[in-house]
């Protein structure tokens, strides 16, 4: 679990109260019990196709692949959440095990293809779930 919000008190089962977004690194409490990822929360950023999952029309923001301090000219638009996945990622790093260009494209990886499936399963079935019960309350 991401800094630990059970601690904070957060519930088990915080998610974004728009698209089902529930990793935890990504999410903001907005209030007791109502909870906004970054990318649902965002109205300033650039929006265009993220370099990590490949979702299109999200809140951009560049990220230094290697870290800034490795390498500052390697950059790569990446959404808000995956961002906030990356940047959680880098502060673990340890660059015994690998160069910070290999750890880098191992995270980028490893994070897009994750999101990916995890848009495929859960997105649409949260939207459908979600419309469906707001349907069902209002007969």
């Given at each position: 679990?991401?800094?630990?919000?059970?601690?904070?008190?957060?519930?088990?089962?915080?998610?974004?109260?728009?698209?089902?977004?529930?990793?935890?690194?990504?999410?903001?409490?907005?209030?007791?019990?109502?909870?906004?990822?970054?990318?649902?929360?965002?109205?300033?950023h650039?929006?265009?196709?993220?370099?990590?999952?490949?979702?299109?029309h999200?809140?951009?923001?560049?990220?230094?692949?290697?870290?800034?301090?490795?390498?500052?000219?390697?950059?790569?638009?990446?959404?808000?959440?995956?961002?906030?996945e990356?940047?959680?990622?880098?502060?673990?790093w340890?660059t015994?095990?690998?160069?910070?260009?290999e750890?880098?494209?191992?995270?980028?990886?490893?994070?897009?293809?994750?999101?990916?499936?995890?848009?495929?399963?859960?997105?649409?079935?949260f939207?459908?779930?979600?419309?469906?019960?707001?349907?069902?309350?209002?007969?």
């Amino acid at each position: 679990m991401s800094r630990n919000k059970v601690k904070l008190g957060w519930p088990e089962t915080a998610c974004c109260e728009d698209c089902g977004e529930y990793f935890w690194s990504v999410l903001q409490r907005i209030s007791k019990d109502y909870f906004r990822c970054h990318n649902c929360e965002d109205i300033r950023h650039k929006r265009g196709k993220c370099g990590a999952c490949e979702g299109d029309h999200l809140p951009l923001e560049g990220h230094h692949v290697e870290k800034r301090c490795n390498n500052p000219y390697w950059i790569v638009d990446v959404c808000l959440n995956c961002h906030a996945e990356l940047t959680e990622r880098q502060l673990r790093w340890n660059t015994r095990n690998g160069s910070s260009r290999e750890l880098g494209l191992k995270d980028m990886h490893e994070i897009g293809e994750r999101r990916r499936k995890w848009r495929e399963q859960n997105q649409t079935d949260f939207r459908t779930k979600s419309i469906n019960t707001n349907l069902e309350s209002l007969s």
